[in-house]
Structures are given as C-alpha cells and as structure tokens.
T-cell receptor
C-alpha cells in the first residue's frame, strides 16, 4: 500500500525557534497533501491543504505566517513552525493523496506517523 | 456544515466481547467514510474505508457499515482482544474538496 513518512518523529525545541517537519510519499506521487494537528484528547484538526506547485490553503484560524507550508515536489511537503511557542506543542500529522488516474493512491488519504512537537 | 459525532466517547469491555462503535454525520453527501485506529502518542492506522456506494466493508474481525440516508456508520469488532485497546476515529470525506471531517473518537479499553 501507499506509504507516507514524516520526519522527525519527535522534536523538542526552545521557545522562539523554528521547526521544520517533512512529509514524504514514499511510493507514490501526491498531488495534494494535508496537514493536521491534534491536541491531547482531541480529534484531528485540519490546518491546511497544499497542492504541488501552488500556495497552501489554510483553514480559518490558522496563521499562514506562522505555519509555513511548502509543497515543492510531488513527493515532499514541509511544515515549518516559525517562532514556536509552548502553545504550539502538539501532534502534527500529514496525509497525502495520489495522482488522478492512480487507483491505488487517489481515492483515499494516506497518513504519516505523526510528529510530536514540544516547545519549552 | 458537516459534523461528525462518535458515541460513546469511551468504552471499557471485558476481553472476548463483541462491540459496536458508532459514528454519525449530519450531511449524507459524502464521498467515503473511513475508520482509523490511533494508539496513544502514535499516528493513525487506516482500518476500513467505505465508498459512498458501498454498504459495508470487512477486514478480519472488523466490520464497518454505512447508511448514508440515516447518516450513520458502525464499526463492529468481534471477539475483542486487549490489543484492540486504542482510540477509534471515523472521518468522512467530502467530495467537493477532499477534506476529511473527523469525529472526536471513541477510546476503547479491552480488559484482560
């Protein structure tokens, strides 16, 4: 099946620093990648949708200048949390959807294992 | 606006029992519905995906049903095992923009 990886799996940083999280589709090309965050004991919340080669679409209430998303290739999207603060500590999960016409990866989203961010 | 609700929020049952988790959604115009499993501090494992034209899907001891007209899906787990303990999430996929709308999850504990 289609595999999505995330790196790093866990990161601890000081307040004010920036953190970059990578999301890669390993065995398929992803036209669309999604970034979610999950606070403890809560469900996932969609942050933004990114299409390869274009600007990401952010959900209401998500600061685009704080959460920079780059989807430069069909297999890689990055989320950069800029000037991170303790309230940004969360579990970040990406997902990817394949190319139209690829039945093995187009009709559903495939999720990465997540990245645990802790901001001290 | 599509909303997804999961009941119960938490469930604890003895090992070996059959159980049903419920997911309801407010708008029947969905593309598909997925059930996921999430272990504490971990990512998501996709369990079953039901297309809007399907009524159910089965995988091993798991069976998921979908009734679009009533806005409901159930996840049936047969002969539960302690290893089934996890949070189970359902999510509906809207056709228009391929975004998933998530339920809050059911935390399942299977007691040995």
């Amino acid at each position: 099946g289609a595999v999505v990886s995330q790196h790093p799996s866990r990161v601890i940083c000081k307040s004010g620093t920036s953190v970059k999280i990578e999301c890669r589709s390993l065995d398929f090309q992803a036209t669309t990648m999604f970034w979610y965050r999950q606070f403890p004991k809560q469900s996932l919340m969609l942050m933004a949708t990114s299409n390869e080669g274009s600007k990401a679409t952010y959900e209401q209430g998500v600061e685009k200048d704080k959460f920079l998303i780059n989807h430069a290739s069909l297999t890689l999207s990055t989320l950069t949390v800029t000037s991170a603060h303790p309230e940004d500590s969360s579990f970040y999960i990406c997902s990817a959807r394949g190319l139209a016409g690829d039945p093995s990866s187009y009709n559903e989203q495939f999720f990465g294992p997540g990245t645990r961010l802790t901001v001290l | 606006k599509q909303e997804v609700t999961q009941i119960p929020a938490a469930l604890s049952v003895p090992e070996g029992e059959n159980l049903v988790l419920n997911c309801s959604f407010t708008d029947s115009a969905i593309y598909n519905l997925q059930w996921f499993r999430q272990d504490p501090g971990k990512g998501l494992t996709s369990l079953l995906l039901i297309q809007s034209s399907q009524r159910e899907q089965t995988s091993g001891r798991l069976n998921a049903s979908l009734d679009k007209s009533s806005g409901r899906s159930t996840l049936y787990i047969a002969a539960s095992q302690p290893g089934d303990s996890a949070t189970y999430l359902c999510a509906v996929d809207l056709d228009s923009n391929y975004q998933l709308i998530w339920g809050a999850g059911t935390k399942l504990i299977i007691k040995p």
